[in-house]
């Protein structure tokens, strides 16, 4: 059967990757390096950038169309089944990105500065997050596999791209423009979950988006713990917050790094006009 045998294609096996394994690294290695090329090679970011972001965006969302046929279709030797799986809905905080992405790439002005911030400062600190701790990403399935790593580490790319290039400016007021479109993302993982609440879904499928939902045993590192102990309206503060700081801090870091790499550059200046 020919789509069985494609069916069973992207569904190539491989031995599990490990978190700092030869897989992982690679991936992450490459993450970054390009990242560094493409502020390196693409300064011209009127030029460069709304391309960048919008074919990365594609090629992500392309995997991910690849995902949810692997995850809902089946193929057994003589027959396909489906069955959606409810968990791998894609509006999971990193999967934003990419409708973010898609979006910036077709639209201007205030819009389109709000959502390159959410990617320089909310993205790349979700990407970072998993790249350095994939502790369940991996699975043994080859094809996932990639997808996962360039779905995360492409957060990372354009990330350090959009801020490493100027295209993103360094100062504190870009983290303002960033919140609004973290605020709207996470307004739209509560109205799913209450939606899946509403409907039943729950009572035979897992559904928690952004792993927020207060229908849900609580499963994310430390918002977990504040889930047992705070309502859920304050809950939802607390984590807006929470990841607006952490955003903000990936903001600083690289104000930081422009400093440093400034003071460096104006030394190096001042000894050449001295010698």
């Not at 991936?27 to 970011?45: E, H, N, R, V």
């Not at 639209?107 to 909310?122: D, I, N, P, Q, V």
Request: hydrophobic residues 50%; contains cysteine; glycine residues 6%.
């Amino acid at each position: 059967m020919f789509w069985g045998n494609i069916l069973e294609f992207l569904d190539t096996s491989m031995t599990t990757p490990q978190p700092y394994g030869a897989f992982h690294l690679i991936w992450f290695a490459l993450s970054i390096a390009l990242g560094i090329m493409l502020s390196i090679y693409c300064k011209d970011t009127a030029r460069y950038a709304r391309r960048i972001v919008f074919i990365t965006a594609v090629i992500v969302a392309v995997l991910e169309v690849y995902k949810q046929i692997n995850y809902t279709f089946s193929f057994d030797g003589s027959a396909i089944t489906a069955d959606y799986q409810w968990y791998a809905f894609p509006w999971q905080f990193c999967s934003t990105p990419m409708y973010v992405g898609l979006l910036a790439g077709l639209t201007r002005g205030k819009l389109h500065e709000s959502l390159c911030a959410y990617l320089a400062t909310f993205a790349i600190f979700a990407g970072a997050c998993v790249m350095f701790y994939p502790n369940d990403v991996f699975i043994s399935t080859i094809g996932i596999n990639i997808q996962t790593m360039i779905c995360h580490g492409s957060m990372l790319t354009i990330g350090i791209y959009l801020l490493a290039s100027g295209y993103v400016k360094l100062e504190h007021k870009t983290i303002l423009k960033a919140i609004p479109v973290f605020a709207g993302v996470v307004a739209l993982a509560v109205v799913f979950n209450e939606i899946a609440y509403a409907t039943g879904l729950l009572e035979d499928e897992t559904f928690n988006m952004f792993f927020i939902s207060p229908h849900c045993d609580p499963h994310l590192p430390v918002y977990s713990i504040v889930q047992q102990h705070v309502t859920f309206p304050w809950c939802l503060i607390i984590y807006i917050a929470g990841f607006s700081i952490a955003a903000y801090l990936m903001l600083l870091i690289a104000m930081g790094i422009k400093a440093i790499v400034g003071k460096r550059s104006a030394a190096q200046k001042q000894e050449i006009t001295v010698n």
